[in-house]
Nanobody
Framework: QVQLVESGGGLVQPGGSLRLSCAAS????????MVWFRQAPGKEREFVAR????????YYADSVKGRFTISRDNAKNAVYLQMNILKPEDTAVYYC??????????????????WGQGTQVTVSS
C-alpha cells in the first residue's frame, strides 16, 4: 500500500518562502510520477505542479509558474515543492499524489492513484 505524508506547511508572510515535502513508502517510488495539488477554502482542488519519474519533465499551473519549483529525490523517496514569493491567494491545503500510469491528463485529480492527507499553507501578514 502506497503511503504519502506531507510536511512543511505553516504560516508565512506575503513574499516569503516555504518548502513542502512529501515522503513516500510502500512503493517503488521511482515508478511513479508525482504531483502537488491544492485546495483553498470553498474552492475545488486544483493542480499545482507535476514531475515525471526522473524529474526531467515538469509541469506547472500558470498561477505558480516562476515562483514554485517541484523536485524529487528518488534515493530518499521524496518529492518537494519549493514555494517562493508567496501570495495570500496561495493559502490552501497542499496535497501530494502519485501516478502509476500516465494518461496525459496531468492536471486532473482522477489521474492520480494515491494521495496524502495534506498540509496547510497560510500566507498572511
Amino acid at each position: 500500500q502506497v503511503q504519502l505524508v506531507e510536511s512543511g506547511g505553516g504560516l508565512v508572510q506575503p513574499g516569503g518562502s516555504l518548502r513542502l515535502s512529501c515522503a513516500a513508502s510502500g512503493c517503488t517510488f521511482s515508478s511513479y510520477a508525482m504531483v502537488w495539488f491544492r485546495q483553498a477554502p470553498g474552492k475545488e482542488r486544483e493542480f499545482v505542479a507535476r514531475t515525471n519519474w526522473s524529474g526531467g519533465r515538469r509541469y506547472y499551473a500558470d498561477s505558480v509558474k516562476g515562483r514554485f519549483t517541484i523536485s524529487r529525490d528518488n534515493a530518499k523517496n521524496a518529492v518537494y515543492l519549493q514555494m517562493n514569493i508567496l501570495k495570500p491567494e496561495d493559502t490552501a491545503v497542499y496535497y501530494c499524489a502519485a501516478d502509476s500510469s500516465y494518461s496525459g491528463r496531468y492536471y486532473a485529480e482522477d489521474e492520480y492513484d494515491y494521495w496524502g492527507q495534506g498540509t496547510q499553507v497560510t500566507v498572511s501578514s
